[in-house]
């Protein structure tokens, strides 16, 4: 997760604050100044040189600044980028402002400040202040809000709030019969077949990450079966499930799993408020849901760590 949010952020960063980038020189010598920002943004340029000229030079604190903000977004450095948003929002009443510059306004630049802080407040599941951030990101600097993603992480913590609420009393019926890919069935309880809990994956053949995320339940289905938690792949298919089940079970070796088909009213899907795939889910043998989300989502190493186990 953390990865997407900072490749989202650093390729915001790159679509807004063009037009600083985009200025063009010529084959005139550059100022110290024009300089800095230049290895700001282009690593073939050297930032240590290009800084300790400008720092030599006298170039004023205020982009000095702003130039190590560039260097830290266009770089990907995060935590010095997390570290650096003070001094950026306490030099922000001395930069040049406008449609040639970094920053349009002020205010443009404390809706960047805020969507990087609800960036680093998501990561750390501090989501009072993600929300506190957002929600400045978009009254300052709505362009910022759109291309960092944050309406879609919005909506998404809203509707886990939703989930996480309506599995909290959820029992799955753990007498549905659930048939496999070879044709064997019986209910979900005799699946479980006594063990501390059961790791549902539900995908589908035409689902591109549920099929890059193979040969982690692969993985899982190695190593959790023998703590007590039988691992099992749910194919969604609604076009021949069974022959597009059976093909990617051979390809990626799945043969250490029960290789289940979900029915085609789709009960589980429904119950679980699946909408969206890959998922996985840790049902309990008394149909509680111990977790349902993403199959990397560190929640469920979690969940699982409840139950003694580890992934």
């Not at 600044?65 to 570290?83: D, F, R």
Request: glycine share 6%; aromatic share 8%.
């Amino acid at each position: 997760m953390a990865f997407n949010l900072r490749s989202c952020l650093v390729a915001g960063a790159l679509i807004l604050l063009v037009p600083l980038w985009a200025r063009d020189h010529g084959n005139h010598a550059h100022s110290a100044k024009d300089n800095l920002y230049e290895a700001a943004r282009d690593p073939a340029v050297s930032w240590e040189e290009a800084y300790a000229r400008a720092v030599e030079e006298e170039v004023e604190k205020a982009f000095l600044v702003e130039a190590q903000t560039i260097h830290y977004l266009s770089s990907g450095n995060m935590p010095e980028l997390y570290k650096h948003l003070d001094d950026l929002e306490a030099v922000s009443g001395e930069l040049e402002y406008g449609m040639a510059n970094s920053f349009h306004s002020e205010r443009q630049l404390i809706g960047l400040v805020a969507s990087i802080r609800a960036i680093q407040a998501y990561e750390a599941t501090d989501m009072p202040e993600f929300e506190k951030q957002a929600a400045k990101s978009f009254i300052n600097a709505p362009d910022y809000t759109q291309a960092f993603g944050l309406i879609q992480l919005m909506t998404e913590v809203r509707q886990k709030e939703v989930q996480e609420a309506a599995m909290a009393n959820l029992r799955i019926p753990m007498d549905i019969v659930i048939a496999s890919a070879d044709g064997e069935e019986k209910p979900l309880s005799q699946w479980l077949s006594g063990n501390k809990a059961m790791l549902i994956d539900f995908w589908a053949s035409w689902c591109g990450p549920c099929i890059q995320l193979m040969p982690e339940l692969r993985t899982k289905g190695e190593s959790l079966p023998g703590q007590g938690i039988v691992v099992a792949g749910m194919n969604t298919d609604s076009d021949d499930p069974v022959g597009k089940a059976k093909r990617i079970w051979a390809e990626h070796k799945m043969d250490m799993m029960p290789w289940l088909l979900e029915p085609e009213d789709r009960p589980l899907s429904q119950l679980l408020m699946i909408n969206s795939i890959p998922r996985m889910v840790l049902v309990a043998p008394d149909g509680t849901v111990l977790y349902n989300g993403h199959p990397m989502d560190p929640s469920l190493e979690t969940a699982l760590a409840k139950l003694d186990v580890k992934i």
